[in-house]
Nanobody, 119 residues
């Protein structure tokens, strides 16, 4: 069974920094895309950033230049460094992993971690 366990998050003042990490465990051989999504109250879940196994990254326009996604393939872990945080970044952040099993791609999600940015 695949599990995604997130850590990090919390409360920070505007302009501050936080880091998130997400470790994937279970019977897996390879993880394709890993990423972070977020959902604020009343809003749909949206992509923050994702990174391929080879290290190619993609960011939402709203976080470009402020957030950095990275991964450690040996540890099956993805990270999100968030700098210059704004109150609009307040949301529950979810880790995502795309894992192929017997030629079928499956999506797995973490339980979510709260990030609150005060003004």
């Amino acid at each position: 069974q695949v599990q995604l366990v997130e850590s990090g998050g919390g409360l920070v003042q505007a302009g501050g920094s936080l880091s998130l990490s997400c470790a994937v465990s279970g019977s897996i051989f390879i993880i394709n895309v890993m990423g972070w999504y977020r959902q604020a109250p009343g809003n749909q879940r949206e992509l923050v950033a994702h990174i391929t196994r080879g290290g190619s990254t993609n960011y939402a326009d709203s976080v470009k230049g402020r957030f950095t996604i990275s991964r450690d393939n040996a540890k099956n872990t993805v990270y999100l460094q968030m700098n210059s945080l704004k109150p609009d970044d307040t949301a529950v952040y979810y880790c995502h992993a795309s894992i192929p099993i017997r030629s079928v791609e499956y999506d797995y999600w973490g339980q979510g971690t709260q990030v609150t940015v005060s003004s």
